[in-house]
């Protein structure tokens, strides 16, 4: 087959684009046997749409056969790989393993995976870089627990390939004036937030110099390190940022950062816009209620912009335009102002948004601060009081900030709930799982065992049970993985709640067996 693919397809375009009724459809000549099935295709279909899509995918396969004949040109080298300072992966059934959960395991499982690795002090073996590569190229929430492992020879492969870029930087062992000018975002990251910790200014005047140069998506990345012991020494770079800084995103996280600090001015200027809306009522109203009520302002500010906040409500937005208002408003305080000048703990406050008029506006603004600034009575108190379906979050958003200890009792009381025929709570609760525990961290072993005893009863759902158990395996127990590689596998025709686990099990027994082997990786591997 010679001659240029693209010819060939243009061909076939106009009547796929108009269809054949309207246009009368002919296939390609060509010489040799390729002509030969595309004209036997169009003299042998009982409908010309039926002759046109068969050809497609006769040239399709031509086409993707030609190209791997193709040579590539090597490219260029320039540079040797630095020494490694880290030992690869030496086992054989591990490596295999390894190679099939880059192409096939679920991506919470992967991410584990790569984090055992790097905590076992060890780096991906050279033949599964590539793999490994082209598995972050497709996946960036794979990038963080990849770039940990790549070793030198993967930073220099990436080097090699425009595709690979995400993986570039400099050695590990580089002095810090050179991986800060050099290294990827992640190093510097890294790099900036160790520093933070240790000397929060020097790491402040070091970002500060830097930012005039970096493209908007890295000065948003560097600039969140701030909340990285925050303190009102950071107001004048959050200031300028949040009013100056060409990137929208980043202006949007300097503002945020500036509401967390309680004496920032913009801050202070965020609770003279709200303290007019906030009333409180009268002592004998008091009595027989709620002793505050708030109203959104009539009409937005004319310095409101100075300080990110939109008059115009967005056309996506549902909420109304007065709502709006208060909700950008409001999402400019600290939660500790709301405690401190209602004298309502987090619940109270969740409670009274609820009987008003405008819960969905606070309920949002106070779920956009706690993501930011985590804290568990609120967590707790959004849990127990959920303003509602409106809200257009779920639990798992806000289970994902409590530590993990304090997750656990909602889930268990949700699965004590669940009985044979009415297993939604179990779907509810591995869904949160899910979305709360990030990859490397799991529930206690006897959630575990708890949850394993409710996943049956999804029977009626068997698909359900075979696609969740993928993700549920990840966040199970350690010591609950033997007992699921040893359940016998599933009996032909049996209709039972163990058989239905059973076949789960055995539909991802590789993942489970993958995450078992890694479990107690250890460098003398």
Same mark, same amino acid.
């Given at each position: 087959?010679?001659?240029?693919?693209?010819?060939?397809?243009?061909?076939?375009?106009?009547?796929?684009?108009? *269809?054949?009724?309207?246009?009368?459809?002919?296939?390609? %000549?060509?010489?040799?046997?390729?002509?030969?099935?595309?004209?036997?295709?169009?003299?042998?279909?009982?409908?010309?749409?039926?002759?046109?899509?068969?050809?497609?995918?006769?040239?399709?396969?031509?086409?993707?056969?030609?190209?791997?004949?193709?040579? /590539?040109?090597?490219?260029?080298?320039?540079?040797?790989?630095?020494?490694?300072?880290?030992?690869?992966?030496?086992?054989?059934?591990?490596?295999?393993?390894?190679?099939?959960?880059?192409?096939?395991?679920?991506? %919470? @499982? !992967?991410? +584990?995976?790569?984090?055992?690795?790097?905590?076992?002090?060890? /780096?991906?073996?050279?033949?599964?870089?590539?793999?490994?590569?082209?598995?972050?190229?497709?996946?960036?929430?794979?990038?963080?627990?990849?770039?940990?492992?790549? *070793?030198?020879?993967?930073?220099?492969?990436?080097?090699?390939?425009?595709?690979?870029?995400?993986?570039?930087?400099?050695?590990?062992?580089?002095?810090?004036?050179?991986?800060?000018?050099?290294?990827? @975002?992640?190093?510097?990251?890294?790099?900036?937030?160790?520093?933070?910790?240790?000397?929060?200014?020097?790491?402040?005047?070091?970002?500060?110099?830097?930012?005039?140069?970096? &493209?908007?998506?890295?000065?948003?990345?560097?600039?969140?390190?701030?909340?990285?012991?925050?303190?009102?020494?950071?107001?004048?770079?959050?200031?300028?940022?949040?009013?100056?800084?060409?990137?929208?995103?980043?202006?949007?996280?300097?503002?945020?950062?500036?509401?967390?600090?309680?004496?920032?001015?913009?801050?202070?200027?965020?609770?003279?816009?709200?303290? &007019?809306? @906030?009333? #409180? #009522?009268?002592?004998?109203?008091?009595?027989?209620?709620?002793?505050?009520?708030?109203?959104?302002?009539?009409?937005?500010?004319?310095?409101?912009?100075?300080?990110?906040? +939109?008059?115009?409500?967005?056309?996506?937005?549902?909420?109304?335009?007065?709502?709006?208002?208060?909700? !950008?408003?409001?999402?400019?305080?600290?939660?500790?102002?709301?405690?401190?000048?209602?004298?309502? +703990?987090?619940?109270?406050?969740?409670?009274?948004?609820?009987?008003?008029?405008?819960?969905?506006?606070?309920?949002?603004?106070?779920?956009?601060?706690?993501?930011?600034? &985590?804290?568990?009575?609120?967590?707790?108190?959004?849990?127990?009081?959920?303003?509602?379906?409106?809200?257009?979050?779920?639990?798992?958003?806000?289970?994902?900030?409590? &530590?993990?200890?304090?997750?656990?009792?909602?889930?268990?009381?949700?699965?004590?709930?669940?009985?044979?025929?009415?297993?939604?709570? =179990?779907?509810?609760?591995?869904?949160?799982?899910?979305?709360?525990?990030?990859?490397?961290?799991?529930?206690?072993?006897?959630?575990?065992?708890?949850?394993?005893? #409710?996943?049956?009863?999804?029977?009626?759902?068997?698909?359900?049970?075979?696609?969740?158990?993928?993700?549920?395996?990840?966040?199970?127990?350690?010591?609950?993985?033997?007992?699921?590689?040893?359940?016998?596998?599933?009996?032909?025709?049996?209709?039972?709640?163990?058989?239905?686990?059973?076949?789960? =099990?055995?539909?991802?027994?590789?993942?489970?067996?993958?995450?078992?082997?890694?479990?107690?990786?250890?460098?003398?591997?």
């Amino acid at each position: 087959m010679s001659g240029s693919s693209t010819t060939y397809w243009q061909g076939l375009l106009p009547a796929a684009m108009v *269809g054949t009724e309207k246009m009368v459809f002919a296939a390609p %000549r060509l010489a040799g046997a390729v002509g030969e099935l595309l004209q036997q295709i169009e003299q042998q279909s009982d409908s010309p749409a039926r002759a046109l899509l068969q050809s497609a995918g006769v040239l399709a396969v031509c086409e993707r056969a030609s190209r791997q004949g193709q040579a /590539r040109a090597a490219p260029a080298v320039t540079d040797t790989a630095a020494p490694e300072s880290e030992p690869a992966l030496a086992s054989d059934s591990l490596r295999i393993t390894l190679r099939w959960a880059l192409a096939e395991a679920p991506p %919470r @499982l !992967q991410i +584990e995976m790569l984090q055992r690795l790097k905590a076992a002090g060890l /780096r991906l073996p050279a033949s599964l870089l590539p793999m490994a590569l082209e598995a972050g190229q497709r996946s960036v929430a794979l990038r963080p627990a990849l770039l940990a492992v790549l *070793g030198e020879r993967g930073r220099w492969l990436a080097r090699q390939n425009t595709a690979w870029r995400y993986g570039t930087g400099t050695a590990a062992l580089a002095p810090l004036e050179t991986r800060w000018s050099e290294g990827s @975002l992640a190093q510097r990251v890294d790099l900036l937030r160790e520093e933070r910790q240790k000397d929060a200014d020097s790491a402040r005047e070091r970002l500060k110099t830097a930012l005039p140069d970096l &493209p908007a998506k890295e000065r948003s990345e560097l600039v969140a390190v701030l909340a990285e012991g925050l303190s009102m020494q950071d107001e004048d770079l959050l200031a300028g940022l949040s009013s100056k800084d060409r990137g929208g995103e980043v202006r949007q996280i300097a503002r945020a950062l500036l509401a967390q600090l309680p004496e920032s001015a913009q801050t202070q200027r965020a609770i003279a816009r709200l303290l &007019p809306c @906030l009333e #409180k #009522k009268s002592a004998l109203a008091g009595l027989l209620g709620t002793k505050w009520k708030i109203e959104p302002p009539e009409a937005a500010g004319e310095d409101w912009k100075a300080d990110g906040l +939109e008059a115009e409500r967005p056309k996506y937005e549902s909420m109304g335009e007065r709502a709006w208002w208060l909700y !950008q408003l409001a999402r400019q305080l600290p939660l500790a102002w709301w405690t401190a000048h209602t004298g309502m +703990e987090p619940a109270s406050l969740l409670q009274w948004a609820r009987k008003g008029d405008w819960t969905d506006a606070l309920a949002r603004a106070w779920l956009n601060v706690l993501r930011i600034s &985590p804290n568990t009575a609120w967590c707790k108190a959004f849990l127990d009081h959920w303003p509602g379906k409106s809200l257009g979050e779920s639990r798992a958003t806000v289970l994902a900030l409590l &530590p993990a200890a304090e997750r656990e009792p909602y889930w268990t009381q949700m699965l004590e709930q669940v009985k044979a025929g009415k297993a939604n709570n =179990v779907q509810e609760v591995t869904g949160q799982m899910a979305q709360a525990c990030q990859p490397g961290e799991h529930v206690s072993e006897a959630l575990s065992l708890l949850l394993l005893e #409710k996943l049956p009863l999804c029977l009626t759902q068997p698909y359900y049970l075979r696609a969740v158990l993928a993700e549920v395996c990840c966040v199970l127990h350690p010591a609950t993985l033997p007992g699921l590689l040893a359940l016998p596998p599933p009996e032909d025709g049996k209709d039972t709640l163990a058989n239905a686990l059973a076949e789960a =099990v055995q539909n991802n027994l590789q993942a489970i067996a993958a995450r078992h082997a890694f479990l107690n990786l250890t460098s003398s591997v």
